[in-house]
């Protein structure tokens, strides 16, 4: 089942429709194998979470375009701002192992006190912007896979559904606006 999501901007009384286009599926049998694996690892992370402060189990894990999978999960610290998200962990694991291969798929996973949650848990704004990164480096789109209890897989072809005003190194080119330029806006 596919949902279409709509959001309205409105700028100078003009209207931007923006669109998110998402795959709700019931029943992860008809993934393939490769696409399996990708979950039951991601499942397996998850087990693996450091996180004695909020008991919230996030695992994850990346396929990569030469087949290559990479898994994770959430670490947090008593410092609550370092911890870190396991896409985070997950992509930065793959990047520095696999520096020239891009990123094909992520699929992320989350547990209470060691329950899989039932609601579909998509990643936080920083790990979008992260996997925006990636998307850019290799001018390739990321699958992203969010797994509830049970066999529920929301599908999103791309971070720019997940992130539709998300911004990349661009933004630092020489052939962008200078500050001066910017700042007569």
Same mark, same amino acid.
């Given at each position: ?14 209207? /931007? ?6 795959? /709700?599926?019931?029943d992860?049998?008809?993934f393939?194998e ?8 991601a499942?397996k ?12 189990q ?22 609550y ?14 990047g ?18 060691g329950?899989?949650?039932?609601e ?10 992260v ?8 001018n ?8 509830g209890k ?27 606006a200078?500050p ?5 806006v």
């Open positions: 089942m596919s949902y279409l999501f709509l959001s309205l901007l409105n700028e100078d009384m003009k209207k /931007l429709t923006i669109k998110h286009i998402v795959e /709700l599926h019931e992860y049998t008809q393939s490769e696409e399996k694996k990708l979950f039951r690892l499942k992370a998850s087990e693996h979470a450091h996180v004695p402060y909020s008991h919230f996030v695992g994850a894990a990346v396929l990569m375009e030469n087949g290559q999978v990479y898994s994770g999960s959430n670490q947090e610290n008593a410092a701002p370092s911890g870190l998200c396991a896409e985070r962990v997950t992509l930065s694991y793959a520095a192992n696999s520096p020239n291969v891009a990123v094909k798929g992520i699929a992320v996973i989350a547990q209470y006190n329950d899989f949650v039932k579909l848990v998509a990643p936080c704004g920083g790990c979008r912007q996997m925006a990164e990636y998307e850019h480096k290799y390739h789109d990321i699958k992203i896979y969010i797994m049970g066999d529920r897989v929301m599908v999103v072809n791309t971070v720019k559904d997940l992130l539709p005003f998300g911004f990349s190194g661009d933004v630092f080119d020489s052939e962008n200078s001066q330029e910017l700042r007569n």
